[in-house]
T-cell receptor, first 113, second 115 residues
Framework: DGGITQSPKYLFRKEGQNVTLSCEQN?????MYWYRQDPGQGLRLIYY???????QKGDIAEGYSVSREKKESFPLTVTSAQKNPTAFYLC????????????FGQGTRLTVV | GENVEQHPSTLSVQEGDSAVIKCTYS??????FPWYKQELGKRPQLIID?????GEKKDQRIAVTLNKTAKHFSLHITETQPEDSAVYFC??????????????FGKGTKLSVKP
């Protein structure tokens, strides 16, 4: 069953702790993305990767880090430097070809307690 | 970089009426414009998209129009139904050299269809 999977669905973190959100896809897509969704703010790009072992900052990368060691996986770490980490995080992937849609995971809701 | 503005932020219509959501973009080189629907608690899913070489595209009750000169594109939903209630996002992407650019999203429109 092909798709893109994020885990966990809900995540709670204490202030000052780093936390890693998982994103795995078996669609054989080259490109992967992380978006943050806040009410009334739409989807804002955090990081993206067009190919293994390469990634680029998006519009709101501060306080986040990523890795792309495997084509299938693009984990996002929310560090203690992120001032307002409580949000809904969406991972997406797409083929590295022209004009194709992005497929989204089901999201992870992170809450800082 | 690209900037996408979306209006209105909320839209309420009666069942059976039409709904129109409008977006503008800033980068004239953008050439791919998808629309996503996100139901409450679910992931965004593509409902329709349009390329820059096309002015209009229709899929049953959904249509999208693109005006490249004015740099705006719109989503039209006819004969709305309660299950159309969701948040709709427009996006723009610049594709070049065979590689897909990043999708830049509007802030979303919450559509409510009243029975």
């Amino acid at each position: 069953d092909g798709g893109i999977t994020q885990s966990p669905k809900y995540l709670f973190r204490k202030e000052g702790q780093n936390v890693t959100l998982s994103c795995e896809q078996n669609l054989n897509h080259d490109a992967m993305y992380w978006y943050r969704q806040d009410p009334g703010q739409g989807l804002r790009l955090i990081y993206y990767s067009q190919i293994v072992n390469d990634f680029q900052k998006g519009d709101i990368a501060e306080g986040y880090s990523v890795s792309r060691e495997k084509k299938e996986s693009f984990p996002l770490t929310v560090t203690s430097a992120q001032k307002n980490p409580t949000a809904f995080y969406l991972c997406a992937s797409s083929p590295r070809t022209r004009e194709t849609e992005a497929f989204f995971g089901q999201g992870t809701r992170l809450t800082v307690v | 970089g690209e900037n996408v503005e979306q209006h209105p932020s909320t839209l309420s219509v009666q069942e059976g009426d039409s709904a129109v959501i409008k977006c503008t973009y800033s980068d004239s080189a953008s050439n791919y414009f998808p629309w996503y629907k996100q139901e409450l608690g679910k992931r965004p899913q593509l409902i329709i998209d349009i390329r820059s070489n096309v002015g209009e595209k229709k899929d049953q009750r959904i249509a999208v129009t693109l005006n490249k000169t004015a740099k705006h594109f719109s989503l039209h939903i006819t004969e709305t139904q309660p299950e159309d209630s969701a948040v709709y996002f427009c996006a723009a992407s610049l594709n070049y050299g065979g590689s897909q650019g990043n999708l830049i999203f509007g802030k979303g429109t919450k559509l409510s269809v009243k029975p």
